[in-house]
């Protein structure tokens, strides 16, 4: 009996190997190299769909000159950044901007706390950061190694020039990693902690 079993698991064996002639004999092989991620310019730069669960940049920022309130999101790996320091590459930040609500006679209508108030989504800008993407950026607007999109509220693509972000961020420089807000933000994530 044991004969009879030990010859059918051999002739399983050797059918299975004689069926696939061409597979090659398994071999342990080093995993391969992740491809490099690609670089993006400016416009291919996505709205990802869970920013809202990211952690608060800056939430309502009031924008009395321009009639605007603006919610920064950062995605968690710029979160980890410590103040002095450039944000690393993986770095997402999304910023809707929204109307201010006015009053009948054009003036900003404000909250009980003093803030003005939401009056509608207008554009969603993403800034994102990524190793030798500043190469891509058109001379004399380079921001690091950042590039940018606009969308509309409804999540298509906004046919605003991201030239204008650049320009923008431009003269905040290196010492601020091009971020509007930089030390606001710290400043700010300071004071929670303690």
């Known amino acids: 009996m044991i004969r009879f079993m030990i010859a059918s698991v051999a002739a399983i064996f050797l059918t ?14 080093a995993p391969a190299a992740a491809p490099a991620a690609p670089k993006l310019k400016d416009g ?3 709205l990802p769909s869970d920013y809202k669960s990211w ?59 003093g803030s003005l108030t939401k009056d509608g989504l207008s554009k969603i800008f993403v800034m994102q ?36 972000c650049r320009g923008c961020h431009l003269p905040l420089g290196e010492s601020k990693d091009f971020v509007h807000r930089y030390d606001e933000y710290f400043e700010k994530r300071a004071k929670a902690v303690h």
């Not at 299975?16 to 092989?29: L, R």
């Open 16 to 29: 299975a190997c004689a069926s696939s002639p061409s597979s090659p004999p398994a071999v342990s092989a």
């Open 44 to 46: 291919e730069v996505v």
């Open 55 to 113: 952690p608060r940049f800056l939430p309502s920022v009031d924008r009395t000159d321009n009639k605007q309130i603006r919610d920064i999101y950062i995605n968690p790996t710029g979160a980890k950044t410590n103040a002095g320091d450039k944000f690393p590459n993986g770095t997402i930040s999304v910023m809707e901007i929204y109307k201010a609500h006015q009053n009948p006679d054009g003036s900003l209508r404000k909250g009980a706390d």
């Open 129 to 164: 950061k990524g190793a030798g993407w500043g190469e891509l950026a058109p001379e004399g607007l380079k921001n690091g190694d950042w590039s940018y999109s606009a969308y509309m509220p409804n999540g298509t693509a906004s046919p605003e020039p991201t030239a204008a």
